[in-house]
């Protein structure tokens, strides 16, 4: 227990995941139509968010946003009203996001099968991302140094939970019907399959010569220039400290982890993702 975090049921939460949005998920009521967009923190969220916001208003980029998405996870101070509470008021489909592992998430979500879209990044990429937002994120821990921070994320012991407990519980779901499983790197590589992708996933299609400007309304360049999505006046994230929209790279866990460090979390990974099959691209 901390100023910043407890824990529930074994997992690390912030404050921010009160009691009462824990309690809410077990009888918020899914609907088959809902989309949800899960991942684990800085895996791809926001890249994701955008790309099934521009495909749900038809890729016309003026209603872009008209939808809004409910992120249920957290109520943030200047919100008047639980997440969960606004989004039981929204027409259908709604567009849904969480961090939740399993044992927290809405219990419907798997009675229910709304569509699912889940994003993986490799855990060296997604834990660096995740240290410069404990540095500028105001709700949750800033660590020391990167070595406190890395032991953290070996152990599980970040807000949110294990990496390897969430991506195993999804990677073994990712041949249901209703889930599609994407990986950040291969997002990277080619955008506008990813795009085509989830777009044929959500029957949510692109129109015809569209693609080429989705494709650019999506790139890091054009979301790190658009202040709303990097977070630029937000009174929870310090900017100054590390921006929201970062560097986007596959690779720059290169600069912070020692080779003791990434042989350390090879063999973590080779031991909790056994037999698993999944694989991640780390270059
Ligand atoms: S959060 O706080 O959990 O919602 O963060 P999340 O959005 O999941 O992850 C943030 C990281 O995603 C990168 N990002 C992108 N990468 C490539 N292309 C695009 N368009 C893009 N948009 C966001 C963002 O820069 C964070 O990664 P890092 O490595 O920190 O740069």
């Not at 989705?214 to 890091?220: A, G």
């Not at 979301?223 to 990097?230: A, D, F, G």
Request: charged share 30%; aromatic share 14%.
């Amino acid at each position: 227990m901390s100023e910043f975090d407890r824990i529930v049921d074994g997992i690390r939460l912030p404050w921010a995941t009160s009691d009462e949005i824990l309690e809410a998920m077990k009888t918020f009521q899914i609907r088959e139509d809902d989309v949800w967009l899960v991942t684990y923190p800085k895996a791809g969220t926001t890249w994701t968010t955008e790309i099934i916001t521009v495909l749900s208003c038809g890729c016309d980029f003026t209603k872009r946003g008209e939808k809004g998405v409910n992120f249920v996870d957290i109520k943030r101070p200047n919100m008047l009203e639980f997440a969960h509470v606004t989004a039981a008021k929204k027409t259908s489909p709604r567009i849904m996001t969480t961090h939740m592992q399993s044992r927290h998430m809405a219990r419907e979500i798997i009675t229910k099968k709304p569509k699912i879209v889940y994003v993986a990044r490799n855990p060296k990429d997604n834990a660096v991302s995740f240290y410069y937002f404990h540095k500028s994120n105001k709700l949750i821990k800033t660590f020391d140094s990167w070595d406190e921070y890395f032991q953290a994320f070996y152990d599980g012991d970040l807000v949110g939970g294990s990496w390897f407990d969430m991506n195993l519980y999804w990677w073994n779901r990712r041949n249901d019907d209703n889930v599609l499983f994407l990986k950040y790197e291969d997002m990277k590589e080619d955008l506008a399959s990813a795009i085509v992708k989830i777009s044929e996933f959500l029957g949510w299609p692109v129109p015809e010569g569209k693609l080429e400007e989705v494709v650019k309304h999506c790139s890091f360049g054009s979301m790190k220039n658009n202040p709303k999505i990097n977070r630029t006046n937000s009174k929870i994230i310090d900017v100054s400290i590390s921006p929201f929209v970062r560097k986007g790279l596959v690779g720059d866990w290169k600069n912070y982890f020692t080779v003791n460090q990434s042989e350390a979390l090879d063999k973590l990974y080779e031991e909790k993702m056994k037999g698993s099959g999944l694989t991640f691209r780390y270059t």
